[in-house]
């Protein structure tokens, strides 16, 4: 039997904090941030992570990774999940993917998999969550 994909949607306020970074060294600079997020509407959560990222010389280029587990409740289901981030920017132009680290699902959110868009406009966050609950491992 296929699993049913459910869609989920709101916004989010997220608080990026820089940790470290070597400005000063030679070649592309990387960085460390830890991110923390409140997120509202179908998915009533928080959550904790942390990013790498590396800057580009080039105006609007860059790239990071980032993992960040979230603790709430999506669409009446409490648990927590992993979310893993791999964006590039070119000149500018995002490509980012979000997705739920595989069986990283607890409590009623067991077997969750799926994948988020983010939506940034007028500095406001938003996310659309495409993802469905399959059978438990």
Do not use: C
């Not at 699993?3 to 030679?26: I, R």
């Not at 509407?41 to 990071?64: E, F």
């Not at 993992?67 to 009446?76: C, H, K, Y």
């Amino acid at each position: 039997m296929e699993a049913v994909v459910t869609h989920a949607s709101g916004t989010f306020e997220v608080k990026l904090n820089p940790e470290w970074t070597d400005e000063k060294a030679e070649g592309v600079p990387l960085g460390r941030m830890s991110i923390d997020k409140q997120f509202h509407g179908d998915l009533q959560a928080v959550s904790t992570g942390q990013m790498l990222t590396a800057m580009s010389s080039v105006k609007g280029s860059a790239g990071y990774v980032a993992i960040e587990r979230v603790i709430g409740t999506l669409q009446d289901r409490h648990g927590t999940f992993a979310l893993q981030h791999t964006g590039v920017m070119t000149r500018g132009t995002p490509e980012l993917t979000i997705n739920v680290i595989p069986d990283s699902g607890t409590g009623q959110l067991t077997g969750l998999a799926g994948a988020m868009d983010i939506t940034v406009a007028d500095g406001k966050h938003s996310y659309n969550f495409h993802y469905t609950l399959g059978e438990k491992p």
